[in-house]
């Protein structure tokens, strides 16, 4: 099993999603939350940090762990982990990701979302009634 954190990265009242341009045919041209592996001897608040500046060139804050989905794709199993985070500063730039949006959370579920994400994005939604 593969350990993924995510985050679900706030600004004005908005969430971050990203559309992949890499990875495997499980996640390519998926919207997700945005995040990655842990590496070793990192914590997964460090992972999310350094993933979304890597991917982003943004600087975010962990607030948060709020809820967990294991997912079974073809060719992997993944334990993706979702942190709630604050933007913090900088200007976005892809580098792993093709296209991106800030969008209300209560629209999450009108995104073409990678597997793995669809459970977390139903819980974000639940926060947002």
Known sequence: MINVVAALIYKDDCVLIAKRATGDNDVINKWEFPGGKVEDGESEKQAIEREIKEEF?????????????????????????????????????????????????????DYDLATADIPLARYVKKLHK
């Open 57 to 109: 060139d943004i600087e975010i804050k962990v607030n948060r762990y709020l809820v967990n989905n294991v997912h079974h794709y073809p060719s992997k199993t993944v334990n993706l982990k979702l942190y709630e985070c604050k933007y913090i500063s900088g200007e976005i730039n892809l580098h792993d990701h093709f296209d991106y949006k800030w969008v209300n959370p209560k629209e999450l579920l």
